[in-house]
């Protein structure tokens, strides 16, 4: 019915910069609550980002002043702009969006399968 399909992961030094997009598809009716979420070897996973339909953001203390995360409602799509990056970061990063679909007026949440974020000293 829906799916979320992440992408803009990889390799970078520290300092360097990474734009991560999620896009959900299929039958959907309307879009609520986006973000981002992210697990390190050996830690439990974490929110690292949300923004709202009417395009308020929260971030976790550790990234503010170097993500930023965004959305385009007419591609059903959230971005997380990470710069300045630090080996505390590297983590698998997830997608999350609540959202209703077409057969189904109940606001649920969907996740991406996650991308790898690596950031190497």
């Known amino acids: 019915q829906v799916q979320l399909v992440e992408s803009g992961g990889g390799l970078v030094q520290a300092g360097g910069s990474l734009r991560l997009s999620c896009v959900a598809s299929?039958?959907?009716?309307?879009?609520?609550?986006m973000g981002w979420y992210r697990q390190a070897p050996g830690k439990q996973r974490e929110l690292v980002a949300t923004?709202?339909?009417?395009?308020?953001?929260n971030y976790v203390d550790s990234v503010k002043g170097r993500f930023t995360i965004s959305r385009d409602n007419a591609k059903n799509t959230v971005y997380l702009q990470m710069n300045n990056l630090k080996p505390e970061d590297t983590a698998v990063y997830y997608c999350?969006?609540?959202?209703?679909?077409?057969?189904?007026?109940?606001?649920?949440?969907?996740w991406g399968q996650g991308t790898q974020v690596t950031v190497s000293s």
């Open positions: 923004i709202t339909k009417g395009g308020t953001t």
């Open positions: 299929g039958r959907i009716f309307s879009i609520n609550d």
């Open positions: 999350n969006v609540r959202l209703m679909t077409i057969v189904m007026p109940r606001v649920s949440d969907y």
